[in-house]
């Protein structure tokens, strides 16, 4: 198993310009998620997919849209893109309920010039 | 509001030293508490979480709920125990994470 993938692993980008960032998990988990990892801030949650067919604002959701394609991927996009969301993102599932461990992709390391 | 402090940006301690790397937390429920890892050039990974009371790696932590703090401790530090350390709440809808500002621990030799 794959687990959690995540597509491109570098980026670069001019202001302005737009692009999606691809998650896909083999572990048939309900819940999927979008953090944003910036030094001295810890990871911060951008959106989540509690199930299939549903989405919700995390903690920094602006300027960014997300789609839950399907119950294995969940898609993270920057309309147009701006230098404050240079970051490194990182997907994340889990099982539904409680305690549930969530696993982790590689990330992706974007820069926005 | 939902908080995790880490205080400690960067914690540098010897080989075969105590580690004791500290979270505190601000959450009104019963909270669920857990410390992830990340290594060179590794994806995070869960290292423990409270509720199931285990040592893994040599490293334990207690929830005191009276001092709200989950710190990481492990008596003897290992060179490989070098790593970016989250602390991070859970309890809330949708199994969502709160997570700390992170600490690094360097062990040297």
């Known amino acids: 198993n794959a687990g959690v993938t995540q597509t491109p692993k570098f980026q670069v980008l001019k202001t302005g310009q737009s692009m999606t960032l691809q998650c896909a998990q083999d572990?048939?988990?309900?819940?999927m998620y979008w953090y944003r990892q910036d030094p001295g801030m810890g990871l911060r949650l951008i959106y989540y997919?509690?199930?299939?067919?549903?989405?919700d604002k995390g903690e920094v959701p602006n300027g960014y849209n997300v789609s839950r394609l399907n119950k294995r991927e969940f898609s993270l996009r920057l309309e147009s893109a701006a230098p404050s969301q240079t970051s490194v993102y990182f997907c994340?599932?889990?099982?539904?309920?409680?305690?549930?461990?969530?696993?982790f992709g590689p990330g992706t390391r974007l820069t926005v010039l | 509001a939902q908080r995790v402090t880490q205080p400690e940006k960067l914690l540098s301690v010897f080989k075969g030293a105590p580690v004791e790397l500290k979270c505190n937390y601000s959450y009104s429920g019963s909270p669920e508490l857990f410390w992830y890892v990340q290594y060179s050039r590794q994806r995070l990974q869960l290292l423990l979480r409270h509720i199931s009371r285990e040592s893994i790696k040599g490293f334990t932590a207690d929830l005191n709920k009276g001092e709200t703090s989950f710190h990481l401790k492990k008596p003897f530090a290992q060179e490989e125990d070098s790593a970016m350390y989250y602390c991070?709440?859970?309890?809330?809808?949708?199994?969502?994470?709160?997570f700390g500002a992170g600490t690094i621990l360097r062990v040297k030799s």
């Open positions: 991070a709440l859970s309890g809330l809808v949708g199994n969502k994470l709160v």
């Open positions: 572990m048939n988990h309900n819940s």
């Open positions: 994340a599932s889990s099982d539904r309920g409680g305690a549930r461990e969530q696993f």
């Open positions: 997919s509690a199930s299939e067919g549903t989405t």
